[in-house]
């Protein structure tokens, strides 16, 4: 590091300015990294999913430790800098990365401990699904997460988190036992329904808020490893008659079944025939993870003669990364979406109708199930939202070199059309920078004004907020 004062962007809104010294006190004091531009590691660390995210960091710390991340927030405090926490890095608000501020990238923080016996996996901050996906299914265990493999486990679990397993066992975040967390005062502090229960409550689903969690714990549950998933689909000339049987489908389908309906431009995947690449196509996306797979899924069978048809048995891993490819790192983009409490035709039929405005490329439209084991109250945390049956909307994506416009026009239309059939709530792990607080507080409905009680009483002063910000009370 040269000797200069780097000027850092300041919580209140101004600059802090930092000399080189204390700097490197700082970097010395930690057991991972302090990075600034150029060094090595520089750009993977400031780097998110979604490329319209304009904003860099002044300095990024690479903790190590939950010490070094106690380390770190006491530092962000004591200079008042404007702090942010990186995990996955694919919250498309772009929600890592505090402009010109202080980024602590958790990526160091990889390790997943599974007890078999127990049945609990202890998670690193810094893990993505696939790392908690393949560390228990070498146990033929599972835990509830999402379905693209490097999605960061933190911000998905912190902000509730959905996925094949959804419908058995819940939110991600009804699946914590416990957490470890560094509090903005810099205490390492356990959370659990015991332990700091306000706390324990509060990050389930209010997301990066209250802390930084250094460890998850997560209950595992007997999965796969084998299970019936895949993709099959039509023509979109045959929506309507699709989209009711895959209404017929869900409204039938055991826990074990999770599905989701999709209506896009048809990839350039090797499954798809040559001569449908590009061409509008309605998908069913399946994950049937217990018995009698093909007698439950036999209504998409009867609709005859798809496509294409990759449903069958695969490891669960494989399902859960077999989307992958269709997300890929570096796009830009733009998502719209509700909480439904049902479908209808009414509903299908709107849907169908904006998801054809949305086709691009890249672009698609998704209903996909949730209903189940999420719509039970148990010991509820934060992420509420139990009236969900399903989430849809719109996921506009383009490469950084096209201009975007028209797709953003088209989601927007879209999901104002979809509004009138929603909860009410939305999942803010899907809002974007533009969205404003009205719609985070919509996301937590009646739990908010209890949010911002339990952000009052750690984070007073805001030091975490560089993400779908909940107010402490002044
Ligand atoms: C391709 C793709 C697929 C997705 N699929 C799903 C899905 O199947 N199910 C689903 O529920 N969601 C899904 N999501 C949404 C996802 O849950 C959010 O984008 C989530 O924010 C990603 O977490 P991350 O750690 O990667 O995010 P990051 O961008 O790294 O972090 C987002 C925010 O989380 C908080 N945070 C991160 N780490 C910590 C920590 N250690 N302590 C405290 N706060 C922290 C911070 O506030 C941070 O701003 C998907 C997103 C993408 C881009």
């Given at each position: 590091m040269n000797a200069r004062t780097f000027e850092v962007a300041g919580l209140d809104g101004g600059r802090?300015?930092?000399?080189?010294?204390?700097?490197?006190?700082?970097?010395?004091?930690?057991?991972?990294?302090?990075?600034?531009?150029?060094?090595?590691?520089?750009?993977?660390?400031?780097?998110?999913?979604?490329?319209?995210?304009?904003?860099?960091?002044?300095?990024?710390?690479?903790?190590?430790?939950?010490?070094?991340?106690?380390?770190?927030?006491?530092?962000?405090?004591?200079?008042?800098?404007?702090?942010?926490?990186?995990?996955?890095?694919?919250?498309?608000?772009?929600?890592?990365?505090?402009?010109?501020?202080?980024?602590?990238?958790?990526?160091?923080?990889r390790e997943v401990a599974v007890d078999p016996v127990a049945r609990l996996a202890r998670v690193g901050a810094g893990c993505l699904l696939g790392d908690v996906d393949r560390a228990?299914?070498?146990?033929?265990?599972?835990?509830?997460?999402?379905?693209?493999?490097?999605?960061?486990v933190a911000g998905l679990t912190l902000g509730g988190g959905f996925g094949y397993l959804?419908?058995?066992?819940?939110?991600?975040?009804?699946?914590?036992?416990e957490v470890e967390i560094v509090t903005a005062d810099g205490k390492i502090l356990t959370a659990d329904r015991e332990e700091n229960a306000d706390l324990f409550w509060a990050i389930r689903g209010g997301g990066g808020n209250f802390g930084v969690v250094t460890r998850f714990t997560f209950r595992l549950?007997?999965?796969?490893?084998?299970?019936?998933?895949g993709l099959t689909a039509w023509s979109a000339d045959r929506a309507d008659e699709v989209l009711a049987t895959y209404m017929e489908l869900?409204?039938?389908?055991?826990?074990?079944?999770?599905?989701?309906?999709?209506?896009?431009?048809?990839?350039?995947?090797?499954?798809?025939?040559?001569?449908?690449?590009?061409?509008?196509?309605?998908?069913?996306?399946?994950?049937?993870?217990?018995?009698?797979?093909?007698?439950?899924l036999e209504p998409l069978r009867d609709l005859g003669e798809p496509l294409f048809d990759v449903i069958g048995e695969q490891p669960y891993s494989a399902q859960q990364s077999m989307l992958d490819h269709l997300e890929p790192k570096g796009m830009h983009q733009y998502w719209k979406s509700?909480?439904?409490?049902?479908?209808?035709?009414?509903?299908?039929?709107?849907?169908?109708?904006?998801?054809?405005?949305?086709?691009?490329?890249?672009?698609?439209?998704?209903?996909?199930?949730?209903?189940?084991a999420l719509n039970e109250e148990r010991d509820g945390g934060a992420v509420g939202n139990r009236d969900a049956e399903f989430i849809s909307g719109f996921t506009g994506t383009w490469r950084p070199s096209e201009d975007g416009g028209g797709i953003v026009a088209k989601v927007r239309e879209?999901?104002?059309?979809?509004?009138?059939?929603?909860?009410?709530?939305?999942y803010v792990n899907f809002q974007l920078a533009e969205d404003d607080s009205a719609r985070t507080a919509d996301a937590y409905g009646d739990g908010y004004e209890r949010l911002r009680r339990v952000k009052s009483e750690y984070d007073p002063e805001n030091l975490f907020t560089v993400n779908r910000n909940i107010r402490p009370f002044r």
């Open positions: 802090v300015g930092l000399t080189s010294d204390r700097l490197e006190r700082f970097g010395s004091m930690l057991e991972g990294s302090l990075l600034t531009a150029g060094d090595d590691g520089w750009d993977e660390a400031v780097g998110v999913w979604n490329a319209m995210v304009a904003k860099t960091p002044a300095l990024v710390a690479r903790p190590a430790s939950a010490r070094d991340v106690a380390a770190a927030v006491r530092f962000a405090a004591d200079h008042g800098l404007l702090l942010s926490v990186k995990g996955g890095g694919h919250n498309i608000a772009g929600t890592a990365i505090a402009e010109d501020g202080l980024t602590l990238d958790m990526s160091l923080m228990t299914q070498a146990h033929g265990l599972a835990s509830v997460l999402g379905f693209v493999s490097d999605t960061g959804t419908r058995r066992f819940g939110w991600a975040a009804d699946n914590l036992e549950h007997e999965v796969g490893p084998l299970v019936t998933g869900t409204a039938s389908a055991p826990r074990t079944l999770t599905a989701a309906a999709m209506i896009r431009l048809a990839p350039p995947a090797p499954f798809v025939p040559q001569e449908w690449h590009f061409k509008p196509v309605v998908g069913i996306l399946v994950c049937h993870c217990g018995p009698n797979a093909e007698a439950d509700e909480f439904l409490p049902g479908l209808s035709g009414a509903y299908l039929d709107t849907f169908r109708d904006a998801a054809e405005g949305v086709l691009s490329p890249l672009s698609f439209s998704i209903v996909f199930h949730l209903g189940g879209g999901w104002e059309r979809i509004r009138p059939f929603s909860t009410g709530g939305n």
